[in-house]
C-alpha cells in the first residue's frame, strides 16, 4: 500500500471541475500539500495508508472558498457605522476613523480577527485591498492561510505613504519580497478610478506587465461615481479605464453595479474579471451587478464579501446563497445562476480571477490542498437530495468542521490549530473601546 499524509472518506465529495458534479461515497488523498488522488472510497481502502485518516460520513467536501475581495483589517470597524449612504459612511465615518487609526499594529490585529472569521467559515484564500499590505501578508502567513495581497495605491497621502510614487515603490517592494512564495501572491491595487489619477495607473499598466501580477480595484461602484467621472473626465469609468489600457485579463473589476449592454459585452470581450459583492452592494444600496448578463455574455465572475464595515461579515457561504437568490430577482429568472455557478463563483472563478487556477479553486489532483469539510446532518440542511443544493441554499458556516490549506490542517473539528482565539478577541476588544470613544467624540463635535 502506498503511505501518505491524509486521506478524507466523503459521504460526497463536490470537486467544481468537473461543472456540477458531485462524487457520493468517495476519498481524497493528500500528500505533500497537494492533492494526490481522488478516487472511489472502496478503492482507497486498498491502496493507501495514511498518517491521519477522517471519516466524514456526513459530510460534503469542497474546494476552499476564495474571497475575491475583502479589506480585512476593517473587521475592527465592523457596525461603527450601518445605515448610511456609501459616500456620507465614508466621509463622515470611515475615513476619519482610518485617519486616527489605521497602523502596522491595526492592520495586523484586524487581519489577524479576520482571517479567523474566514478559516471558520471556509474560506481559504483572500484577496485583500488596505493600508499597510506587509501586514496583513504576515497575519497570512502565521496563520498558514493563502492570501493575495493587494499592493494598495491612492492619490491622497495616509499612514503607510505620502504620494503614489511611495505607494508604487512600497508596493514593487513588497512584491518582490513575496513573488515566489508559497502563500502570498501580490496583486496591485489601485483603490478606484474617482481616487487615482491617471499618470500612476498608467505606471500600474506597465509595472503589472512587467511583474505580471493582476489588477485590483473598484469599479462602476455606484451611480454617482458615474456623474461624477462624466464630469470631471467626459467618460464614463470604463470608457477612462480602457484608454489608459486597464480592461484586460489582468484587471478584476471589484462591484460592477453600474453597467450599459456594450459595458457587459466590452468586459467579456477584453477578458477582464468581474468580483460580485452582493451584500456589500444591498448594504450600501449601491445598485445591483448583472451577473446573468455578464455569465452569459462569457465574462468571468468571482465573489467576494467586501469589507466586514460594510457587509457585516465574512462569510462566503451566505454570500454564494445572496448572490443566486439576487440573480435570479435581477434577471427575472428563476432558473439564473444555478447552485453549481455559485459555487464555481466562490472558487475556480475566484482563482482564475487571480490568476491562481493552476494552484486552487477545485480538487483536481496535482493542486494544492485547499480543501474543506462541511456536515449536513443538521436540522438547517437534513434530508439532503441535492447535496450541492443544500450546500449553497441551506448551509450555514457554522457547519463547517475542517480546512486545510496546501495540505495543513487550520481548522480541526471546529477548533482554530494556529491561532490563539481568546488573544484575538482581546485585542479586537481593546481596538472596539478606543475607536467607538473617537467616533462618539467625533460625531458630538459635529452636531455642535
Given at each position: ?41 472502496s478503492?482507497a481502502?486498498?491502496?493507501y495508508?495514511?498518517r ?11 474546494p ?10 476593517m473587521t ?56 499597510f499590505p ?12 493563502r ?6 495605491l ?8 505620502a504620494?503614489?510614487?511611495e ?7 513588497l512584491?518582490?519580497r513575496?513573488?515566489?512564495?508559497a ?18 495607473l ?8 512587467e ?6 480595484m473598484?469599479?462602476?461602484e ?10 470631471q ?5 470604463l ?6 489600457g ?13 453597467l ?9 470581450r477584453c477578458?477582464?474579471?468581474v ?6 452592494n444591498l ?6 451587478c448583472p ?31 445572496s448572490?443566486?437568490?439576487l ?25 482564475r480571477a487571480l490568476?491562481?487556477d ?12 485547499d ?16 447535496p ?11 457547519q463547517?468542521?475542517?480546512v486545510?490549506?496546501?495540505g495543513?490542517?487550520?481548522l480541526?473539528?471546529?477548533?482554530l490549530t494556529t491561532?490563539?482565539?481568546?488573544e ?25
Amino acid at each position: 500500500m502506498e503511505h501518505i499524509d491524509t486521506l478524507l472518506y466523503a459521504r460526497w465529495i463536490i470537486p467544481v471541475e468537473p461543472h456540477g458534479e458531485v462524487l457520493a461515497d468517495h476519498a481524497l488523498a493528500m500528500h505533500e500539500g497537494r492533492i494526490h488522488d481522488l478516487l472511489p472510497g472502496s478503492q482507497a481502502r486498498n491502496r493507501y495508508q495514511a498518517r491521519t485518516t477522517l471519516e466524514l460520513n456526513s459530510h460534503v467536501v469542497i474546494p476552499g472558498l476564495i474571497n475575491a475581495h475583502t479589506h480585512a483589517a476593517m473587521t475592527l470597524f465592523r457596525g461603527l457605522a450601518d445605515d448610511l449612504p456609501l459616500m456620507t459612511w465614508l466621509n463622515d465615518h470611515i475615513w476619519p476613523a482610518e485617519g486616527a487609526w489605521v497602523s502596522d499594529e491595526f492592520v495586523y490585529d484586524g487581519t489577524r480577527l479576520a482571517i479567523m472569521e474566514m478559516l471558520r467559515g471556509g474560506t481559504t484564500c483572500f484577496n485583500d485591498m488596505y493600508f499597510f499590505p506587509e501586514e496583513a501578508a504576515r497575519a497570512a502567513v502565521d496563520a498558514g492561510m493563502r492570501a493575495a495581497i493587494g499592493l494598495i495605491l491612492i492619490d491622497f497621502p495616509t499612514a503607510w505613504a505620502a504620494n503614489a510614487d511611495e505607494y508604487l515603490a512600497k508596493g514593487l517592494a513588497l512584491q518582490d519580497r513575496y513573488r515566489n512564495h508559497a502563500l502570498v501572491h501580490p496583486v496591485f491595487a489601485p483603490h478606484a478610478p474617482y481616487t487615482v489619477s491617471d499618470e500612476p495607473l498608467e505606471k500600474i499598466v506597465t509595472y503589472a506587465e512587467e511583474v505580471d501580477i493582476p489588477i485590483h480595484m473598484h469599479v462602476h461602484e455606484t451611480a454617482d461615481e458615474i456623474g461624477a467621472s462624466l464630469s470631471q473626465h467626459k467618460q464614463r469609468p470604463l470608457e477612462r479605464l480602457q484608454a489608459l489600457g486597464l480592461l484586460s485579463p489582468r484587471l478584476l473589476a471589484v462591484h460592477m453595479t453600474q453597467l450599459d449592454d456594450p459595458e457587459v459585452e466590452q468586459i467579456a470581450r477584453c477578458g477582464s474579471h468581474v468580483i460580485h459583492c452582493p451584500e456589500s452592494n444591498l448594504k450600501l444600496a449601491s445598485g445591483f451587478c448583472p451577473v446573468a448578463r455578464l455569465l452569459a455574455a462569457g465574462a468571468n465572475v468571482a465573489l467576494g464579501t467586501d469589507g466586514a464595515a460594510s457587509n457585516n461579515d465574512l462569510d462566503m457561504l451566505g454570500e454564494m446563497r445572496s448572490a443566486a437568490l439576487l440573480a435570479k430577482a435581477v434577471a427575472g429568472d428563476a432558473s439564473a445562476l444555478p447552485a453549481a455557478d455559485a459555487l464555481r463563483m466562490a472558487t475556480l472563478n475566484g482563482a482564475r480571477a487571480l490568476g491562481l487556477d493552476e494552484i486552487t479553486g477545485s480538487l483536481e489532483i496535482g493542486k494544492a490542498a485547499d480543501v474543506v469539510a462541511v456536515d449536513l446532518e443538521a436540522a438547517e440542511t437534513w434530508p439532503v437530495y441535492h447535496p450541492l443544493s443544500q450546500l449553497v441554499y441551506s448551509a450555514g458556516r457554522h457547519q463547517v468542521t475542517d480546512v486545510w490549506v496546501a495540505g495543513r490542517h487550520l481548522l480541526k473539528a471546529r477548533t482554530l490549530t494556529t491561532i490563539d482565539e481568546r488573544e484575538i478577541l482581546s485585542k479586537a476588544a481593546r481596538w472596539r473601546d478606543k475607536i467607538a470613544r473617537s467616533d462618539a467624540a467625533r460625531a458630538r463635535g459635529n452636531d455642535r
